[in-house]
Protein backbone atom coordinates (compact mmCIF):
# COMPACT_ATOMS: atom_id res chain seq x y z
CA UNK A 1 0.00 0.00 0.00
CA UNK A 2 1.39 3.00 -0.72
CA UNK A 3 1.90 6.53 0.99
CA UNK A 4 -1.81 7.98 -0.57
CA UNK A 5 -3.46 5.50 0.21
CA UNK A 6 -2.69 5.21 3.56
CA UNK A 7 -2.99 9.06 4.13
CA UNK A 8 -6.74 8.71 2.52
CA UNK A 9 -7.93 5.76 4.64
CA UNK A 10 -6.19 7.70 7.93
CA UNK A 11 -8.72 10.73 6.72
CA UNK A 12 -11.62 8.62 6.66
CA UNK A 13 -10.69 6.93 9.85
CA UNK A 14 -11.03 10.27 11.18
CA UNK A 15 -14.34 11.49 9.85
CA UNK A 16 -16.10 8.42 11.11
CA UNK A 17 -14.23 8.33 14.66
CA UNK A 18 -16.83 11.10 15.59
CA UNK A 19 -19.77 9.21 13.97
CA UNK A 20 -18.94 6.42 15.99
CA UNK A 21 -18.52 7.91 19.39
CA UNK A 22 -21.92 10.30 18.71
CA UNK A 23 -23.79 6.55 17.95
CA UNK A 24 -22.77 5.20 20.89
CA UNK A 25 -23.86 8.58 22.91
CA UNK A 26 -27.35 8.54 21.20
CA UNK A 27 -27.16 4.85 21.70
CA UNK A 28 -27.05 5.29 26.11
CA UNK A 29 -29.45 8.36 25.86
CA UNK A 30 -32.06 6.24 24.39
CA UNK A 31 -31.33 3.23 26.44
CA UNK A 32 -31.82 5.64 29.60
CA UNK A 33 -35.02 7.36 28.00
CA UNK A 34 -36.35 3.91 27.42
CA UNK A 35 -35.43 2.43 30.77
CA UNK A 36 -37.17 6.15 33.00
CA UNK A 37 -40.51 4.44 31.02
CA UNK A 38 -40.41 2.03 33.93
CA UNK A 39 -42.33 2.60 37.01
CA UNK A 40 -42.77 0.23 40.75
CA UNK A 41 -46.03 -0.35 39.61
CA UNK A 42 -47.01 -0.35 35.87
CA UNK A 43 -45.42 -0.45 32.15
CA UNK A 44 -46.02 1.23 29.53
CA UNK A 45 -45.31 1.01 26.38
CA UNK A 46 -46.03 2.32 22.90
CA UNK A 47 -46.25 5.47 24.77
CA UNK A 48 -48.53 8.27 23.07
CA UNK A 49 -46.41 7.31 19.36
CA UNK A 50 -49.85 6.66 17.58
CA UNK A 51 -49.37 3.44 15.14
CA UNK A 52 -50.17 3.72 11.68
CA UNK A 53 -53.63 1.99 10.65
CA UNK A 54 -52.63 -1.78 11.27
CA UNK A 55 -49.75 -1.68 13.02
CA UNK A 56 -49.91 -2.29 16.95
CA UNK A 57 -52.32 -0.56 19.26
CA UNK A 58 -51.11 1.70 22.10
CA UNK A 59 -51.19 -0.73 25.19
CA UNK A 60 -50.58 -0.89 28.92
CA UNK A 61 -49.56 -3.65 30.65
CA UNK A 62 -50.10 -3.36 34.80
CA UNK A 63 -47.37 -5.95 36.25
CA UNK A 64 -47.39 -6.67 40.24
CA UNK A 65 -43.56 -5.55 40.63
CA UNK A 66 -40.38 -4.22 38.85
CA UNK A 67 -38.85 -6.72 36.64
CA UNK A 68 -35.52 -7.93 38.05
CA UNK A 69 -32.59 -6.60 35.33
CA UNK A 70 -30.82 -9.04 34.01
CA UNK A 71 -27.72 -11.22 35.08
CA UNK A 72 -26.03 -11.19 31.73
CA UNK A 73 -24.39 -8.00 30.49
CA UNK A 74 -24.62 -9.43 26.58
CA UNK A 75 -28.45 -10.28 27.22
CA UNK A 76 -29.32 -6.39 28.32
CA UNK A 77 -27.18 -4.99 25.58
CA UNK A 78 -29.32 -7.06 22.98
CA UNK A 79 -32.17 -5.93 25.12
CA UNK A 80 -31.18 -2.66 24.34
CA UNK A 81 -30.69 -2.84 21.12
CA UNK A 82 -34.06 -4.52 20.14
CA UNK A 83 -35.30 -1.08 22.22
CA UNK A 84 -32.98 1.36 20.16
CA UNK A 85 -35.06 0.07 16.60
CA UNK A 86 -38.50 -0.07 18.04
CA UNK A 87 -37.95 3.93 18.74
CA UNK A 88 -36.49 4.80 15.94
CA UNK A 89 -38.93 3.17 13.78
CA UNK A 90 -41.69 5.16 16.01
CA UNK A 91 -39.73 8.34 15.68
CA UNK A 92 -39.49 7.47 11.76
CA UNK A 93 -43.33 6.74 11.55
CA UNK A 94 -43.90 10.12 13.93
CA UNK A 95 -42.01 12.01 11.21
CA UNK A 96 -44.23 10.98 8.51
CA UNK A 97 -47.00 11.70 10.39
CA UNK A 98 -45.74 15.16 11.29
CA UNK A 99 -45.30 16.00 7.77
CA UNK A 100 -48.83 14.63 6.54
CA UNK A 101 -47.52 11.78 4.79
CA UNK A 102 -48.96 8.20 5.87
CA UNK A 103 -46.68 5.64 5.66
CA UNK A 104 -47.26 2.68 2.74
CA UNK A 105 -50.57 0.68 2.98
CA UNK A 106 -52.24 3.62 5.07
CA UNK A 107 -55.52 4.36 4.59
CA UNK A 108 -56.30 8.00 4.48
CA UNK A 109 -59.60 9.60 5.84
CA UNK A 110 -61.21 13.16 5.73
CA UNK A 111 -61.04 14.89 9.22
CA UNK A 112 -62.93 17.87 8.99
CA UNK A 113 -61.98 18.47 4.99
CA UNK A 114 -58.27 17.91 5.77
CA UNK A 115 -56.58 14.91 4.89
CA UNK A 116 -54.58 13.27 7.38
CA UNK A 117 -53.84 9.49 8.18
CA UNK A 118 -56.95 7.18 10.40
CA UNK A 119 -54.72 6.64 12.54
CA UNK A 120 -54.06 10.44 13.98
CA UNK A 121 -57.61 11.25 15.11
CA UNK A 122 -60.18 8.37 14.35
CA UNK A 123 -58.72 5.08 16.17
CA UNK A 124 -56.88 7.16 18.97
CA UNK A 125 -60.19 8.49 19.66
CA UNK A 126 -62.20 4.81 19.57
CA UNK A 127 -59.31 3.22 21.87
CA UNK A 128 -59.79 6.35 24.23
CA UNK A 129 -63.17 6.04 24.37
CA UNK A 130 -63.65 1.99 24.46
CA UNK A 131 -65.21 0.51 27.64
CA UNK A 132 -62.39 -1.65 27.94
CA UNK A 133 -60.42 1.97 29.15
CA UNK A 134 -63.77 3.11 31.46
CA UNK A 135 -67.41 1.94 32.09
CA UNK A 136 -69.61 4.01 29.95
CA UNK A 137 -73.13 4.38 31.32
CA UNK A 138 -76.34 2.87 29.71
CA UNK A 139 -79.84 4.11 29.96
CA UNK A 140 -81.27 0.64 29.60
CA UNK A 141 -80.65 -3.33 30.20
CA UNK A 142 -81.46 -3.34 26.52
CA UNK A 143 -79.17 -1.31 25.36
CA UNK A 144 -75.83 -3.65 26.42
CA UNK A 145 -74.39 -5.59 24.04
CA UNK A 146 -73.44 -9.09 25.87
CA UNK A 147 -70.04 -10.53 25.26
CA UNK A 148 -69.66 -13.83 24.35
CA UNK A 149 -67.63 -16.86 25.32
CA UNK A 150 -65.22 -18.25 23.54
CA UNK A 151 -61.95 -20.83 23.29
CA UNK A 152 -60.37 -22.31 20.43
CA UNK A 153 -62.63 -25.04 20.17
CA UNK A 154 -66.00 -23.23 21.39
CA UNK A 155 -67.70 -20.03 20.77
CA UNK A 156 -70.69 -19.41 23.64
CA UNK A 157 -73.15 -16.46 22.62
CA UNK A 158 -76.49 -15.24 23.29
CA UNK A 159 -77.20 -14.85 20.14
CA UNK A 160 -78.53 -17.94 18.03
CA UNK A 161 -77.38 -18.39 14.48
CA UNK A 162 -79.05 -20.52 12.56
CA UNK A 163 -78.58 -23.89 14.10
CA UNK A 164 -80.05 -22.41 17.01
CA UNK A 165 -77.41 -23.91 19.22
CA UNK A 166 -75.89 -22.61 22.73
CA UNK A 167 -72.46 -23.63 22.01
CA UNK A 168 -70.84 -24.31 18.50
CA UNK A 169 -67.89 -24.49 17.07
CA UNK A 170 -65.98 -21.20 15.12
CA UNK A 171 -65.97 -21.40 11.48
CA UNK A 172 -65.71 -19.09 8.51
CA UNK A 173 -64.79 -15.72 9.28
CA UNK A 174 -65.59 -15.95 13.32
CA UNK A 175 -62.87 -18.37 13.12
CA UNK A 176 -60.46 -16.49 11.62
CA UNK A 177 -60.95 -13.33 13.82
CA UNK A 178 -60.76 -15.01 16.96
CA UNK A 179 -57.25 -16.61 15.65
CA UNK A 180 -56.40 -13.91 14.70
CA UNK A 181 -57.31 -12.59 18.15
CA UNK A 182 -55.11 -15.05 20.06
CA UNK A 183 -52.49 -14.81 17.86
CA UNK A 184 -51.83 -11.12 18.00
CA UNK A 185 -52.50 -11.52 21.88
CA UNK A 186 -49.86 -14.01 22.11
CA UNK A 187 -47.34 -11.68 19.95
CA UNK A 188 -48.06 -8.99 22.62
CA UNK A 189 -47.23 -11.45 25.11
CA UNK A 190 -44.02 -12.47 23.54
CA UNK A 191 -42.62 -9.50 23.20
CA UNK A 192 -43.01 -7.87 26.21
CA UNK A 193 -41.55 -10.90 27.77
CA UNK A 194 -38.94 -10.36 25.67
CA UNK A 195 -38.45 -6.79 26.88
CA UNK A 196 -38.18 -7.40 30.35
CA UNK A 197 -41.96 -6.32 30.46
CA UNK A 198 -43.56 -9.21 32.36
CA UNK A 199 -42.19 -10.59 35.94
CA UNK A 200 -40.01 -13.27 35.70
CA UNK A 201 -37.53 -15.52 37.21
CA UNK A 202 -33.44 -15.43 36.61
CA UNK A 203 -33.80 -18.37 34.59
CA UNK A 204 -35.35 -18.32 30.99
CA UNK A 205 -38.47 -19.63 30.10
CA UNK A 206 -40.40 -20.73 27.45
CA UNK A 207 -42.09 -18.57 24.67
CA UNK A 208 -46.06 -18.24 25.04
CA UNK A 209 -47.62 -20.40 22.50
CA UNK A 210 -51.36 -21.18 21.71
CA UNK A 211 -51.47 -24.11 24.26
CA UNK A 212 -51.48 -21.45 27.26
CA UNK A 213 -54.91 -19.97 26.13
CA UNK A 214 -57.29 -20.33 28.55
CA UNK A 215 -60.76 -18.46 27.32
CA UNK A 216 -61.37 -15.13 26.18
CA UNK A 217 -64.59 -12.78 25.58
CA UNK A 218 -65.75 -10.86 22.30
CA UNK A 219 -68.52 -8.41 21.98
CA UNK A 220 -69.12 -6.60 18.60
CA UNK A 221 -69.42 -2.56 19.55
CA UNK A 222 -71.55 -0.84 16.00
CA UNK A 223 -69.59 2.34 17.42
CA UNK A 224 -66.09 1.07 19.28
CA UNK A 225 -64.95 -1.75 17.18
CA UNK A 226 -64.32 -5.40 18.05
CA UNK A 227 -63.04 -5.78 21.75
CA UNK A 228 -61.54 -8.90 22.78
CA UNK A 229 -60.09 -9.78 26.39
CA UNK A 230 -57.99 -12.63 26.26
CA UNK A 231 -56.77 -15.00 29.48
CA UNK A 232 -53.36 -17.15 29.22
CA UNK A 233 -51.70 -19.49 31.88
CA UNK A 234 -48.44 -17.08 33.39
CA UNK A 235 -45.09 -19.19 31.77
CA UNK A 236 -42.61 -19.35 34.49
CA UNK A 237 -40.34 -21.93 36.43
CA UNK A 238 -43.00 -24.39 37.67
CA UNK A 239 -43.29 -23.78 41.51
CA UNK A 240 -44.74 -26.14 44.51
CA UNK A 241 -47.75 -27.61 43.36
CA UNK A 242 -50.93 -25.82 45.17
CA UNK A 243 -54.53 -26.69 44.84
CA UNK A 244 -55.30 -23.09 45.76
CA UNK A 245 -58.06 -21.84 43.99
CA UNK A 246 -56.31 -17.99 44.40
CA UNK A 247 -53.15 -18.65 43.34
CA UNK A 248 -54.36 -20.13 40.04
CA UNK A 249 -56.51 -17.68 38.94
CA UNK A 250 -53.50 -15.14 39.93
CA UNK A 251 -51.60 -16.87 37.80
CA UNK A 252 -53.10 -15.99 34.65
CA UNK A 253 -52.17 -12.90 32.17
CA UNK A 254 -54.65 -11.10 30.17
CA UNK A 255 -54.38 -9.50 27.18
CA UNK A 256 -56.97 -6.79 26.20
CA UNK A 257 -57.61 -5.61 22.34
CA UNK A 258 -59.41 -3.42 20.07
CA UNK A 259 -60.07 -3.79 16.53
CA UNK A 260 -61.57 -0.06 15.98
CA UNK A 261 -63.47 0.67 13.13
CA UNK A 262 -62.07 2.58 10.63
CA UNK A 263 -63.91 5.63 8.74
CA UNK A 264 -66.47 5.09 6.05
CA UNK A 265 -65.08 5.15 3.23
CA UNK A 266 -66.97 5.08 -0.22
CA UNK A 267 -66.32 2.12 -2.20
CA UNK A 268 -68.96 1.37 -4.84
CA UNK A 269 -71.34 4.50 -6.38
CA UNK A 270 -73.96 2.77 -8.87
CA UNK A 271 -75.95 5.44 -10.84
CA UNK A 272 -79.47 4.67 -11.60
CA UNK A 273 -80.50 2.39 -14.04
CA UNK A 274 -81.50 4.34 -17.58
CA UNK A 275 -82.33 1.56 -19.31
CA UNK A 276 -85.74 0.09 -19.01
CA UNK A 277 -86.29 -2.14 -16.18
CA UNK A 278 -86.14 -6.01 -15.99
CA UNK A 279 -88.83 -8.25 -16.18
CA UNK A 280 -89.82 -10.37 -13.21
CA UNK A 281 -90.57 -14.14 -14.12
CA UNK A 282 -92.69 -15.26 -10.48
CA UNK A 283 -92.83 -18.65 -11.32
CA UNK A 284 -94.72 -20.50 -8.48
CA UNK A 285 -94.85 -24.90 -8.58
CA UNK A 286 -98.63 -26.03 -7.80
CA UNK A 287 -100.09 -29.34 -6.62
CA UNK A 288 -104.24 -29.51 -6.20
CA UNK A 289 -105.04 -26.49 -3.73
CA UNK A 290 -107.33 -24.62 -5.74
CA UNK A 291 -108.49 -22.50 -2.79
CA UNK A 292 -104.73 -21.57 -2.02
CA UNK A 293 -104.35 -20.58 -5.82
CA UNK A 294 -107.43 -18.09 -5.98
CA UNK A 295 -106.13 -16.32 -2.71
CA UNK A 296 -102.66 -15.78 -3.90
CA UNK A 297 -103.68 -14.13 -7.67
CA UNK A 298 -105.98 -12.46 -5.91
CA UNK A 299 -103.54 -11.04 -3.18
CA UNK A 300 -101.40 -10.32 -6.59
CA UNK A 301 -103.94 -8.86 -8.12
CA UNK A 302 -104.12 -6.58 -4.81
CA UNK A 303 -100.71 -5.73 -3.54
CA UNK A 304 -99.20 -6.05 -7.25
CA UNK A 305 -100.73 -5.27 -10.40
CA UNK A 306 -102.77 -2.37 -8.87
CA UNK A 307 -100.22 -0.54 -7.08
CA UNK A 308 -99.33 -0.34 -10.76
CA UNK A 309 -96.59 -2.71 -11.05
CA UNK A 310 -95.52 -3.64 -15.12
CA UNK A 311 -93.08 -5.70 -16.84
CA UNK A 312 -94.67 -8.56 -14.83
CA UNK A 313 -94.78 -12.50 -15.95
CA UNK A 314 -96.17 -15.19 -14.14
CA UNK A 315 -95.32 -18.70 -15.06
CA UNK A 316 -97.19 -21.91 -12.93
CA UNK A 317 -96.23 -24.99 -12.72
CA UNK A 318 -98.86 -27.76 -12.26
CA UNK A 319 -98.52 -31.25 -11.68
CA UNK A 320 -101.12 -33.83 -12.38
CA UNK A 321 -104.01 -33.90 -14.47
CA UNK A 322 -106.63 -33.84 -11.65
CA UNK A 323 -107.87 -30.43 -11.16
CA UNK A 324 -106.06 -29.33 -14.69
CA UNK A 325 -109.21 -27.83 -16.17
CA UNK A 326 -110.36 -25.95 -12.79
CA UNK A 327 -106.38 -23.89 -12.81
CA UNK A 328 -107.10 -23.19 -16.25
CA UNK A 329 -110.30 -22.05 -16.05
CA UNK A 330 -109.29 -19.99 -12.88
CA UNK A 331 -106.83 -18.06 -15.05
CA UNK A 332 -109.09 -16.98 -17.64
CA UNK A 333 -111.07 -15.30 -15.03
CA UNK A 334 -108.39 -13.65 -13.58
CA UNK A 335 -107.14 -12.26 -17.14
CA UNK A 336 -111.13 -11.27 -17.85
CA UNK A 337 -111.25 -9.53 -14.29
CA UNK A 338 -107.60 -7.72 -13.78
CA UNK A 339 -106.35 -7.52 -17.36
CA UNK A 340 -103.09 -8.96 -16.76
CA UNK A 341 -102.52 -11.67 -19.72
CA UNK A 342 -98.32 -12.13 -19.22
CA UNK A 343 -98.48 -15.85 -17.78
CA UNK A 344 -97.53 -19.30 -18.68
CA UNK A 345 -99.74 -22.37 -18.10
CA UNK A 346 -97.51 -25.35 -17.96
CA UNK A 347 -98.49 -28.72 -17.09
CA UNK A 348 -96.54 -31.93 -15.42
CA UNK A 349 -97.91 -35.33 -15.31
CA UNK A 350 -96.15 -36.71 -12.51
CA UNK A 351 -95.65 -36.58 -8.64
CA UNK A 352 -95.35 -32.91 -7.27
CA UNK A 353 -91.68 -32.30 -6.99
CA UNK A 354 -91.06 -28.19 -6.09
CA UNK A 355 -87.30 -28.68 -7.71
CA UNK A 356 -88.50 -30.28 -10.42
CA UNK A 357 -91.60 -27.92 -10.98
CA UNK A 358 -88.83 -24.70 -11.08
CA UNK A 359 -86.68 -25.70 -13.14
CA UNK A 360 -89.11 -26.05 -15.74
CA UNK A 361 -90.63 -23.16 -15.09
CA UNK A 362 -87.15 -21.48 -15.79
CA UNK A 363 -85.84 -23.37 -19.07
CA UNK A 364 -89.42 -22.68 -20.34
CA UNK A 365 -88.36 -19.00 -20.53
CA UNK A 366 -86.08 -19.75 -23.80
CA UNK A 367 -88.98 -20.07 -25.56
CA UNK A 368 -90.12 -16.87 -24.70
CA UNK A 369 -89.84 -14.44 -27.52
CA UNK A 370 -89.62 -11.50 -24.72
CA UNK A 371 -85.90 -11.75 -23.98
CA UNK A 372 -83.02 -14.03 -23.65
CA UNK A 373 -82.47 -13.24 -20.17
CA UNK A 374 -84.79 -12.34 -17.24
CA UNK A 375 -85.05 -12.11 -13.98
CA UNK A 376 -86.61 -14.74 -11.93
CA UNK A 377 -88.39 -15.04 -8.41
CA UNK A 378 -89.11 -18.60 -7.42
CA UNK A 379 -92.13 -18.10 -5.68
CA UNK A 380 -94.87 -20.37 -3.33
CA UNK A 381 -98.44 -20.24 -3.54
CA UNK A 382 -98.37 -19.51 0.24
CA UNK A 383 -96.31 -16.73 -0.09
CA UNK A 384 -97.62 -13.02 -0.33
CA UNK A 385 -95.50 -9.69 -1.54
CA UNK A 386 -96.37 -6.79 -2.85
CA UNK A 387 -94.44 -4.17 -5.61
CA UNK A 388 -92.26 -3.01 -3.00
CA UNK A 389 -90.90 -6.79 -2.44
CA UNK A 390 -90.36 -6.59 -6.11
CA UNK A 391 -88.08 -3.55 -7.01
CA UNK A 392 -85.88 -4.61 -3.90
CA UNK A 393 -86.03 -7.89 -5.78
CA UNK A 394 -84.48 -5.85 -8.94
CA UNK A 395 -81.97 -3.88 -6.90
CA UNK A 396 -80.49 -6.47 -5.16
CA UNK A 397 -80.15 -9.16 -8.27
CA UNK A 398 -77.61 -8.62 -11.16
CA UNK A 399 -76.81 -10.79 -13.65
CA UNK A 400 -73.38 -12.74 -12.92
CA UNK A 401 -72.78 -10.85 -9.76
CA UNK A 402 -75.26 -10.96 -7.50
CA UNK A 403 -78.62 -12.87 -6.12
CA UNK A 404 -81.16 -12.11 -3.65
CA UNK A 405 -82.52 -14.31 -0.89
CA UNK A 406 -84.69 -13.10 1.33
CA UNK A 407 -85.68 -14.07 4.57
CA UNK A 408 -89.08 -14.12 5.29
CA UNK A 409 -91.57 -13.61 8.00
CA UNK A 410 -93.70 -16.62 8.46
CA UNK A 411 -96.93 -15.94 10.16
CA UNK A 412 -97.94 -18.44 13.42
CA UNK A 413 -101.07 -19.97 13.10
CA UNK A 414 -103.68 -17.35 13.07
CA UNK A 415 -106.04 -19.78 15.27
CA UNK A 416 -103.48 -19.59 17.86
CA UNK A 417 -102.50 -16.09 17.97
CA UNK A 418 -105.86 -15.08 17.72
CA UNK A 419 -106.33 -16.51 21.42
CA UNK A 420 -103.54 -14.63 22.92
CA UNK A 421 -102.47 -11.55 21.72
CA UNK A 422 -104.36 -8.73 20.71
CA UNK A 423 -103.25 -8.18 17.22
CA UNK A 424 -105.63 -9.13 14.30
CA UNK A 425 -103.70 -10.85 11.80
CA UNK A 426 -105.16 -9.80 7.90
CA UNK A 427 -104.27 -12.45 5.18
CA UNK A 428 -103.86 -9.95 3.08
CA UNK A 429 -101.25 -7.87 5.44
CA UNK A 430 -99.71 -9.93 8.17
CA UNK A 431 -98.33 -7.88 10.97
CA UNK A 432 -94.53 -8.11 11.76
CA UNK A 433 -94.62 -8.70 15.48
CA UNK A 434 -92.56 -11.01 17.69
CA UNK A 435 -96.54 -12.90 18.41
CA UNK A 436 -97.66 -13.18 15.03
CA UNK A 437 -94.91 -14.64 13.02
CA UNK A 438 -90.73 -15.21 13.39
CA UNK A 439 -88.07 -14.60 10.46
CA UNK A 440 -87.60 -17.85 8.45
CA UNK A 441 -83.68 -17.51 8.63
CA UNK A 442 -83.31 -21.58 8.04
CA UNK A 443 -85.45 -21.04 4.83
CA UNK A 444 -83.58 -20.80 1.34
CA UNK A 445 -86.77 -21.53 -0.98
CA UNK A 446 -87.46 -17.31 -2.40
CA UNK A 447 -84.46 -16.43 -4.86
CA UNK A 448 -84.27 -13.31 -6.88
CA UNK A 449 -81.69 -14.53 -9.19
CA UNK A 450 -80.96 -13.82 -13.60
CA UNK A 451 -81.45 -16.97 -15.27
CA UNK A 452 -78.62 -17.10 -16.81
CA UNK A 453 -77.08 -17.31 -13.59
CA UNK A 454 -79.57 -19.73 -12.11
CA UNK A 455 -78.63 -21.99 -15.36
CA UNK A 456 -74.94 -21.39 -15.23
CA UNK A 457 -74.84 -22.47 -12.03
CA UNK A 458 -76.97 -25.78 -12.76
CA UNK A 459 -79.99 -24.98 -11.40
CA UNK A 460 -81.89 -27.99 -9.31
CA UNK A 461 -80.28 -31.11 -11.18
CA UNK A 462 -77.54 -33.13 -9.23
CA UNK A 463 -79.39 -33.19 -6.09
CA UNK A 464 -80.06 -36.00 -4.03
CA UNK A 465 -83.32 -34.42 -2.56
CA UNK A 466 -85.24 -33.28 -5.75
CA UNK A 467 -88.82 -34.55 -4.69
CA UNK A 468 -91.19 -34.27 -2.57
CA UNK A 469 -91.42 -31.77 0.13
CA UNK A 470 -87.65 -29.63 1.45
CA UNK A 471 -83.90 -30.17 0.87
CA UNK A 472 -84.25 -28.07 -2.63
CA UNK A 473 -83.81 -24.45 -1.33
CA UNK A 474 -80.50 -25.52 0.63
CA UNK A 475 -79.10 -27.35 -2.27
CA UNK A 476 -79.64 -24.44 -4.45
CA UNK A 477 -78.55 -22.27 -1.58
CA UNK A 478 -75.10 -23.93 -1.55
CA UNK A 479 -74.62 -23.72 -4.73
CA UNK A 480 -74.87 -20.06 -5.02
CA UNK A 481 -72.52 -19.68 -1.81
CA UNK A 482 -69.84 -21.86 -3.31
CA UNK A 483 -69.45 -20.06 -6.37
CA UNK A 484 -67.95 -16.43 -7.06
CA UNK A 485 -71.91 -14.87 -7.07
CA UNK A 486 -72.65 -12.56 -3.97
CA UNK A 487 -75.67 -13.26 -2.22
CA UNK A 488 -77.60 -11.12 -0.27
CA UNK A 489 -79.11 -12.48 2.80
CA UNK A 490 -81.81 -10.05 4.77
CA UNK A 491 -84.77 -9.65 6.26
CA UNK A 492 -87.74 -8.83 4.31
CA UNK A 493 -90.48 -7.01 5.54
CA UNK A 494 -92.48 -7.23 2.56
CA UNK A 495 -92.74 -10.61 1.92
CA UNK A 496 -95.01 -13.43 3.88
CA UNK A 497 -94.82 -17.04 4.08
CA UNK A 498 -99.04 -17.35 5.49
CA UNK A 499 -99.93 -19.74 7.54
CA UNK A 500 -101.67 -23.05 6.19
CA UNK A 501 -101.90 -26.92 7.41
CA UNK A 502 -99.16 -28.85 6.66
CA UNK A 503 -99.19 -32.44 6.54
CA UNK A 504 -96.08 -34.76 6.73
CA UNK A 505 -96.95 -38.15 5.32
CA UNK A 506 -95.09 -40.76 5.87
CA UNK A 507 -93.88 -41.69 1.98
CA UNK A 508 -91.57 -38.73 2.71
CA UNK A 509 -87.90 -39.62 2.98
CA UNK A 510 -86.55 -39.83 6.65
CA UNK A 511 -84.45 -36.44 6.30
CA UNK A 512 -87.74 -34.41 4.96
CA UNK A 513 -90.66 -35.86 7.26
CA UNK A 514 -87.90 -35.25 9.86
CA UNK A 515 -87.66 -31.45 8.41
CA UNK A 516 -91.54 -31.23 7.90
CA UNK A 517 -92.24 -31.77 11.80
CA UNK A 518 -89.68 -29.66 13.01
CA UNK A 519 -90.96 -27.15 10.43
CA UNK A 520 -94.52 -27.86 11.37
CA UNK A 521 -93.47 -26.95 15.12
CA UNK A 522 -92.05 -24.01 15.06
CA UNK A 523 -94.88 -22.70 12.37
CA UNK A 524 -97.43 -23.44 14.63
CA UNK A 525 -96.85 -20.43 17.35
CA UNK A 526 -93.99 -18.91 19.71
CA UNK A 527 -92.85 -20.32 23.24
CA UNK A 528 -94.97 -18.52 25.08
CA UNK A 529 -98.36 -18.89 23.19
CA UNK A 530 -97.52 -22.61 22.68
CA UNK A 531 -97.02 -22.99 26.87
CA UNK A 532 -99.86 -21.20 27.45
CA UNK A 533 -101.90 -23.78 25.39
CA UNK A 534 -100.03 -26.91 27.14
CA UNK A 535 -100.38 -25.49 30.89
CA UNK A 536 -103.28 -23.03 30.81
CA UNK A 537 -105.56 -26.33 31.80
CA UNK A 538 -103.61 -27.07 34.93
CA UNK A 539 -104.25 -23.22 35.91
CA UNK A 540 -108.19 -23.26 35.39
CA UNK A 541 -109.70 -26.86 34.86
CA UNK A 542 -110.45 -25.93 31.47
CA UNK A 543 -108.86 -27.21 28.23
CA UNK A 544 -107.27 -25.07 25.52
CA UNK A 545 -106.45 -27.41 23.58
CA UNK A 546 -107.23 -26.96 19.40
CA UNK A 547 -109.63 -28.97 17.16
CA UNK A 548 -108.15 -31.02 14.37
CA UNK A 549 -109.40 -28.45 12.09
CA UNK A 550 -107.37 -25.50 13.46
CA UNK A 551 -103.79 -27.65 13.48
Known amino acids: MNRSARRVLLRLFLLALPLVVLTFVAVSLLSSNVDSLHSHNALTFASKVIQPCGSQLPLEIVAPTEPSPSSLPHEELKRQLKQLKQVISQLEDRLRLQGGIAPVGVAVASNNGNDVPCSISYIQKQIEQSEIEKGKKWHNEYEIIPHSLFTLQAYYSTEAGMGRRVVERPIGSRRQDLQEAVSSALSVLNNNRDRGALPQPAAKTKRYVASDFVEGLYRLDPIEGTQYELWFNHQQQPAAASTDNHSKRANLVKVSLLRPHAPLVAVRLEQPLQFE ?125 QAYFPIVFSQYNPNVTRRYTRHRDDSQVPTLHKDTGFWRDFGFGMVCTYRSDFLSLGGFHGGDETTGWGGEDLFLYRKYIRSTMRVIRAPDKNIFHLWHPKKCPNSLGPVQRRDCLQSRGRNEASYDQLALLLFSADADGQSHHLSESEI
Not at 336 to 347: E, P, T, V
Not at 378 to 392: P, Q, T
Open 277 to 401: IPIVNIIVPLSGRLSAFESFLNRFKKNVLTAGQSRIHLTVVFFGDKHWNEIQREMLIFEKASGFSNFHLLNINSTFSRARGLQVGVEHWENSPIEDDVLIFLCDVDVAFDSAFLERCRRNAQPKR
